[in-house]
């Protein structure tokens, strides 16, 4: 079509095993820009959202944006987006590599697997041939080796997106991998693929994307590409140490999340650092398809009692399999972060529920016996066990297998899980980064840090310095950046790449690209739609307002230690406000005035 | 000396930026199929490996073109294919050891790096590393010979 999109889609049913083209709504394109936005859409009018996430009337999309495939801002991302089968929200991943890309090449801009199969399928696609291929030989078998047996079957040079054995075993935390390391990694969007015994998607495409202003287009990503050069976190930071920078900083900042929570600081921090892991085990950086950042570690287990390579960990895993589970032994955390990708498991998710257990463990909760071995807070052997275990469906790990809120519900202690809306936290203490809290407690997918990342702002002081104990204009920042990350994971960009540049320079690469006239102020409307959006399903779907909320532990519990010592999270001030600047009514409901300006009615 | 396009493997990042400013570039759209300059990534190796013409002295797509039309120009050194003269029949593509000379059904002729031309390469301006350098001396070659002469330099320090 010459203006970023294909405009057309493609549509399996697994039930009848038909594939068929579709033309892509270029309205709903327009509106909602692309990848998360565009999907959510159509999931909103193909699905109820009271549907079991894990049965056959649930929908799984796979969608780029209209800058998929393209250059200038780390342009290799894709979206995966169903209904959560651990929140019971819209679930939306975002994945980077080679995949995302060569789905585009393809000719379709998004792919639609709606129905069951009745036993195990891949599907293969060639440019604009799909077929489903049977894979019961692929079932079972880790995603490298799927990756790799596709490869050897259908075509050398395929991209690869597939689910791991724990993806099959419907654990409610299974990714979706891609390119071997990439992951769709949080909300279980892995657990609805298995649902649909659907194994793998295979990608050759020889095709291109187009925009509409070529020239134009060079100079807005001459312009983003020289900001991403310069600025300190992605020509530096972000090169030099990857997202693992963090572990020192956030440590010292009193927000590093330890032995579920129960502590802020963590004494081993720097054996768990991103300037540890490149005295140890990195081999090289490395970048998705169009990077400039390459924050990717390629890392090789060398010298130490466990062998192996990969790519990670990311910060989040080194605090999720690392901090909150009092570990400090980096081999074993590497170890542990090859086994998510090879079983196919959300890193952060599984890290948080071990770290629950051992609480569980701690308290008495759970005894020795049921589990086969003691559950202390630091044993990192018992950690890489259990990962394991969950990855295979073994024993205790199928306790492990249904996230920390489950798993604490069924001792008669739900609050001793550290989730929202039943997902669990990533690597930031509510309490120490108040912003955070409040971006947890409102995140349309549950506790999420790639939702509305004000972790910049308050601790790295990006756009612009904000105490992070000050809860002062919270809300709107709040606001901003979950609408801003709506647009971003829209687009087909790099979430990364907004250290940098800005809307100005994403709705500069979409108008060349597409070939609109937006304004700025209307790409930032674009994101509070799809925000909205997400929101009107979340509350159609069941999940109240009620649980706008923090485990008690976060709102009652004063942090014992480090420089936030004593603190709270003040999310009972903040969240009327947030409510408020929404355009919600201080019920939490989008009010109808709301919507109609958004084009939600 | 010839300007040509020198490649530091080692800093390469396997992003395929090169790949995507050549195709924008030369077919107008981003297609790693259709570029000219290739960013091979061996993931299991974590090895990425940049292969481009090198405008051979003695091209082996020239000595094979039966129409004359693919040229070695004088000063530049930069290998050409006449698109009114080549009539598609891909003998070059099969007389290059290198697979950097290919047939392209869109225009039914030979396709390969002509250095863009007048203008600077447009995958070197893209290449987010500086893992690809435009310059007549061999760059990435120096840079490794001076490596080892510091580590024989240090050498001497310890004697």
């Known amino acids: 079509m010459g203006n970023g999109w294909h405009g057309k889609l493609l549509r399996v049913n697994l039930s009848e095993k038909i594939c068929t083209i579709e033309a892509l709504n270029m309205d709903w394109a327009a509106a909602y820009i692309g990848g998360r936005g565009l999907a959510t859409k159509y999931l909103t009018e193909e699905i109820d959202p009271t549907t079991d996430a894990l049965g056959t009337d649930n929908k799984l999309i796979f969608a780029t944006g209209p800058l998929t495939g393209t250059y200038g801002a780390a342009n290799g991302r894709y979206m995966v987006v169903t209904k959560s089968p651990l929140t019971g929200t819209v679930a939306s991943s975002n994945s980077g590599g080679y995949f995302p890309c060569e789905l585009k090449y393809s000719g379709f801009d998004m792919i639609i697997f709606e129905g069951k199969a009745e036993q195990p399928l891949y599907l293969k696609i060639h440019n604009q041939h799909a077929e489903l291929a049977d894979a019961a030989h692929l079932w079972g078998k880790t995603t490298d080796e799927t990756e790799d047996q596709i490869r050897a079957e259908f075509h050398g040079d395929a991209k690869v997106a597939c689910i791991g054995p724990a993806g099959e075993n419907l654990v409610r935390f299974a990714c979706i991998i891609n390119d071997k390391h990439r992951a769709a990694g949080r909300s279980g969007v892995g657990a609805v693929m298995g649902s649909k015994n659907l194994k793998a998607i295979a990608v050759r495409g020889t095709g291109g994307v187009t925009t509409a202003n070529p020239s134009g287009f060079r100079e807005a990503a001459r312009e983003t590409l020289k900001m991403l050069r310069t600025h300190p976190v992605t020509s530096e930071g972000l090169p030099a140490l990857g997202t693992a920078i963090l572990v020192n900083i956030i440590n010292q900042s009193g927000a590093l999340p330890t032995n579920n929570s129960q502590f802020g600081t963590f004494d081993k921090a720097e054996s768990i650092s991103g300037e540890r892991l490149v005295q140890t085990y990195l081999k090289r950086n490395k970048g998705c398809m169009g990077c400039v950042i390459a924050c990717a570690r390629v890392t090789k287990l060398t010298g130490s009692r466990f062998t192996g390579s990969g790519e990670g960990p990311e910060y989040e895993t080194l605090w999720s399999l690392g901090a909150t589970c009092g570990i400090s032994d980096m081999a074993a955390i590497v170890k542990a972060s090859y086994l998510c990708d090879e079983y196919g498991m959300d890193t952060i998710t599984i890290g948080s529920t071990v770290a629950c257990a051992m609480e569980l463990y701690q308290r008495g909760l759970i005894t020795e016996d049921e589990v086969g071995m003691p559950l202390n807070f630091g044993d990192a052997d018992v950690m890489v066990k259990l990962v394991e275990m969950t990855g295979k469906g073994e024993g205790f790990g199928n306790k492990i297998g249904l996230g920390s809120y489950r798993l604490a519900d069924s001792y008669g202690v739900p609050e001793l899980s550290m989730t929202v809306k039943k997902q669990e936290f990533p690597a930031y203490d509510g309490r120490a980064i108040q912003g955070m809290g409040l971006e947890y407690a409102t995140s349309n997918r549950g506790a999420c840090h790639v939702r509305g990342y004000l972790v910049s702002p308050e601790i790295l002081g990006l756009p612009e310095k904000l105490d992070p104990q000050a809860i002062e204009g919270k809300a709107a920042w709040a606001k901003a950046f979950q609408d801003v990350t709506a647009l971003v994971d829209s687009a087909g960009v790099c979430l990364f790449t907004t250290f940098s540049i800005g809307v100005p320079q994403v709705t500069r690469l979409l108008n060349a690209a597409t070939g609109s006239n937006h304004t700025d102020d209307q790409m930032m409307v674009a994101g509070d739609r799809i925000w909205n959006m997400e929101r009107l399903f979340n509350l159609k779907a069941g999940i109240t307002p009620a649980q706008d909320t923090l485990p008690k532990r976060i709102l009652s519990e004063p942090l014992p230690d480090g420089p936030m010592k004593g603190i709270v999270s003040r999310l009972p001030e903040m969240l009327p406000e947030y409510y408020s600047v929404r355009g919600w009514g201080t019920d939490g409901i989008p009010t109808a005035v709301k919507l109609q300006q958004l084009g939600l009615v | ?159």
């Not at chain 2, 061996?42 to 082996?60: L, N």
Request: net charge positive; proline share 6%.
């Open chain 2, 1 to 159: 000396m010839q300007k040509l396009i020198r490649i530091e493997p080692s800093k390469c990042i396997g992003c395929k930026s090169c790949e995507l400013a050549c195709s924008f570039r030369h077919r107008g759209e981003f297609s790693p199929s259709k570029s000219r300059i290739i960013n091979e990534v061996f993931m299991d190796d974590a090895q990425f490996i940049t292969v481009t013409c090198m405008q051979c002295d003695d091209p082996w797509c020239l000595k094979a073109c039966p129409k004359g039309a693919i040229d070695k120009h004088a000063k530049t050194g930069i290998v050409t294919v006449d698109e009114l003269k080549c009539v598609g029949c891909r003998t070059c593509v099969s007389a290059c050891p290198f697979g950097m000379i290919k047939y392209l059904s869109e225009t039914g002729k030979a396709d390969k790096c002509n250095l863009c031309g007048p203008d600077f390469p447009e995958c070197v301006a893209f290449c987010p590393t500086n893992c690809l350098k435009f310059s007549e001396e061999d760059l990435p070659l120096r840079e490794k010979v001076l490596k080892f002469a510091r580590t024989m330099k240090d050498g001497q320090g310890e004697v």
